[in-house]
């Protein structure tokens, strides 16, 4: 993997007058402040392996994670060159090694993990799992051991006896409307889901604002959602999305796929500036942060 932007500093070599000077044993000179801690800089775009706890450095939450809405809402997809979110219906025949390495890392980093109800059906959804390698920076973050993943429903059509709802190790969230039908609430709740109401009009939809509001009144503030497209739009048009983390693949499709964002035309197109990017076998990674006016 390398880093492409910010680019990268090379590290001169060390001299005996950068040693007296007081430099310490063993720190990479000539970084900058764009080099993420824990990253080496000394050849600039080295292709490596990076570790994971490298890539939850560089894809950290910014702290306090509050954005404008009370939360920090981060968005991760892929897309092919031609602009598909998925093939053949799932998003894994365009992802690779690399983006599953990602993917991990940004579900270590969140406190809950907020996804649309066909994509947990057609993904096969599970719960995340708790990993050692993100153990220590959650614990000192007051995180649980693993993200709650939260399910957006309105009108909870979801299968509860699947192990998302039946084996969490925090308990699954599931986000309706005001009309949802009392037989499944009392369903998801029989699971041992959460049941979190956003939105109260009488259309019983969800709306993608209060989604944001109620995770964070729960204490979620550092959130990550991976859609799917119908999802996403709805976060952007309120307002909401924060970041968009978008791994492009080395893949055409054609065909009548969706985008990332599949919902009605902005009123006006949100400016997002380049954070980010990162490369590995012709996948790029960028990571973009939306522009506040």
């Known amino acids: 993997m390398r880093r492409l932007f910010p680019v990268p500093v090379p590290a001169p070599a060390e001299t005996p007058a950068e040693t007296a000077a007081g430099t310490p044993a063993g720190t990479p000179l000539g970084t900058s402040d764009a080099t ?10 080295e292709d ?4 994971l706890g490298e890539l939850a450095d560089a894809y950290a939450y910014p702290e306090p994670p509050h954005g404008p809405s009370g939360a920090y809402l981060r968005a991760n997809m892929v897309s092919s060159l031609d602009g598909a979110a998925h093939h053949d219906g799932r998003s894994k025949p365009l992802s690779s090694d690399a983006d599953m390495r990602i993917f991990g890392v940004l579900r270590g980093l969140a406190d809950a993990v907020v996804v649309g109800a066909e994509t947990v059906r057609r993904e096969g959804y599970r719960p995340a799992r708790a990993r050692e390698a993100f153990a220590e920076r959650r614990a000192a973050l007051g995180q649980s051991p693993a993200p709650a993943i939260a399910v957006v429903s309105a009108s909870l059509d979801l299968d ?9 190790l925090v308990p699954t969230i599931v986000i309706t409307g005001a009309t949802a039908a009392e037989a499944r609430l009392e369903a998801a709740r029989a699971a041992g889901a959460e049941v979190v109401f956003a939105g109260a009009g009488p259309s019983g939809r969800v709306d993608a604002a209060a989604i944001v509001s109620a995770l964070a009144e729960l204490g979620h503030t550092r959130l990550l959602t991976e859609g799917g497209p119908t999802l996403l739009a709805e976060f952007a048009a309120a307002g909401v999305l924060d970041e968009l983390c978008l791994a492009v693949a080395p893949l055409v499709t054609a065909g009548d796929a969706k985008r990332i ?8 197109p949100e400016r997002f500036t380049l954070a980010s990017v990162l490369e590995e076998a012709g996948f790029l990674f960028t990571r973009y942060r939306r522009i506040y006016q």
């Open 160 to 168: 509860f006896s699947r192990p998302l709802f039946t084996e969490p």
């Open 48 to 51: 490596r392996e990076w570790t």
């Open 261 to 268: 964002m599949n919902g009605p035309v902005l009123g006006e």
């Open 36 to 45: 993420p801690a824990g990253i080496s800089a000394e050849t600039p775009a």
